[in-house]
């Protein structure tokens, strides 16, 4: 273990977000994501939810200040009734960590074509609906 660094975030992960470099996506999915056949590298914090893994992540990596939406949500499809309570709880997160930061929402098939190409993907336990999330790594200032 080491001072100031959440004991939810492995060693995995760590070098994970060590390897990124500015404009990397970290993908963070919920328990249906399928995240398995997606990754190209893939980090399993299955005894944690979204909301907390991403609190971890954003004490360490900081967001991109160079594009509009440095985060992603995947859009909830039409039809669905669902209303993603848990992006409340991640505009807090968010705020918290980073500031104010633009999120944007896009298609679910849309969301995981670009998960594909997402550095790493981390699958949770999370049991939200809709609680799929990319992040865009920023620069160290």
């Known amino acids: 273990m080491l001072k100031g660094i ?15 470099g500015h404009g990397d996506e ?4 919920d328990g249906n994501f399928p995240a398995a056949s997606i990754a190209k590298r893939l980090v399993r914090l299955d005894g944690h939810g979204v909301s907390e893994v991403l609190d ?3 004490k360490l990596m900081p967001l991109d200040t160079y594009v509009e939406a440095p985060v992603t ?13 848990i992006w409340d709880e991640y505009k807090a997160v968010i705020q918290k960590n980073e500031g ?3 999120i944007e929402n896009v298609e679910r098939f849309a969301f995981y074509e670009r998960a594909k190409n997402c550095y790493a993907v981390v699958a949770t336990g ?6 799929n999330i990319i992040l865009k790594k920023g620069v160290v200032k």
């Open 6 to 20: 959440s004991p939810i975030i492995s060693p995995e992960l760590i070098k994970i977000l060590m390897e990124m």
């Open 26 to 29: 970290l993908c963070i999915g």
């Open 56 to 58: 971890a992540v954003l």
């Open 73 to 85: 949500l995947m859009q909830v499809v039409p039809g669905d009734d669902v209303v993603p309570v």
């Open 100 to 102: 104010d930061k633009k």
């Open 126 to 131: 999370e049991s939200a609906l809709y609680a």
